[in-house]
């Protein structure tokens, strides 16, 4: 595998990237600043979505834009997934060849009676493994099965080893709102800039992706 060598990130230079993703399904734009202050602006027209989106900027301080419209009246199947896909990718394209970040993060974040473990590798090899049991169909108008749709479709585009797997809990808010903040903790680790090796990609191949290393 060759490696194309990359110029080092200037001092100071922010991570940034905006994402348009339209389908017959639904319209989606997302902006991302990985090195912001977790300052959000989201409307996708379900509203637990959108506070789980604002929880997930506001702990992993990536600034977060996400404007989404979408087949609602059909259900929140499509707009829940592709949102997921739309915020993936732009964090994908604001780590760019992923170079000095920190890659791993993990996370054990407790609501209440709610204990939730997030492991991640910004590999960008994706993959997911969510161990996560709800006992309830439905928060509010929202199908709980949903929530592992956008993990999924997140974990794809962003190019992540995402783990997540709630060790015990009884509410099903808690439960949810519990994952997303790990992720956010556990993302905002990976995605940070280690300055000890701030211009290499950490990897002994020189890249990220592809077999396993």
């Not at 896909?85 to 609501?111: C, N």
């Not at 940070?192 to 950490?202: L, Q, Y």
């Amino acid at each position: 595998m060759s490696v194309q060598e990359l110029p080092a990130r200037k001092d100071g230079e922010q991570r940034t990237a905006e994402v348009v993703r339209t389908t017959k399904e639904t319209d989606i734009s997302v902006a991302v600043n990985l090195d912001g202050t977790g300052a959000y602006d989201v409307e996708t027209g379900i509203g637990f979505l959108d506070h789980m989106l604002e929880q997930l900027s506001r702990h992993s301080l990536i600034d977060l834009t996400v404007r989404a419209k979408g087949d609602l009246h059909i259900d929140f199947h499509h707009t829940t997934e592709d949102s997921g896909y739309a915020v993936g990718e732009a964090i994908s394209l604001a780590l760019g060849d992923r170079r000095g970040i920190r890659r791993y993060g993990d996370a054990l974040v407790p609501m209440d009676e709610t204990l939730t473990r997030v492991a991640l590798d910004a590999s960008n090899r994706p993959f997911l493994v969510w161990k996560v049991a709800f006992t309830r169909p439905k928060l509010g108008d929202m199908d709980t099965e949903l929530f592992q749709e956008w993990f999924r479709a997140f974990a794809q585009s962003a190019g992540l080893t995402l783990h997540v797997a709630t060790l015990y809990g009884e509410n099903n808010h808690h439960m949810v709102e519990s994952c997303y903040k790990g992720l956010a903790r556990a993302l905002r680790i990976a995605a940070e800039i280690d300055p000890r090796r701030a211009d290499d990609v950490p990897s002994t191949k020189g890249v990220l992706g592809g077999s396993l290393d």
